[in-house]
């Protein structure tokens, strides 16, 4: 993993309506934009000594568009992103 973390993406409202794959991820580059503390879920080992699990972070907003979802196992989406577009730590 290197200087790479997986970040918790925060509970989003149920909702019933149907999006198409463009739309749902829109949506979550919208919702991305709103949240302005994320958890962080792991972090790669170089820089393990300078930010850690449960760590609450905020996102440089120019990085948005560079962050990753992917999904960690069959029940656990995460957000991948690179330690250097982290711009403040909690």
């Not at 609450?56 to 995460?78: E, F, N, Q, R, W």
């Amino acid at each position: 993993m290197g200087r790479r973390v997986y970040l918790e993406i925060p509970e989003e409202p149920k909702s019933s309506i149907i999006l198409d794959d463009a739309s749902k991820k829109a949506l979550e580059e919208e919702q991305l934009e709103k949240w302005g503390k994320l958890t962080v879920y792991a972090v790669g080992a170089d820089i393990a000594d300078q930010l850690y699990e449960g760590d609450v972070v905020m996102l440089d907003p120019s990085s948005v568009s560079k962050v990753i979802k992917i999904p960690l196992t069959p029940d656990k989406d995460v957000l991948l992103v690179s330690f250097f577009d982290i711009a403040h730590i909690w």
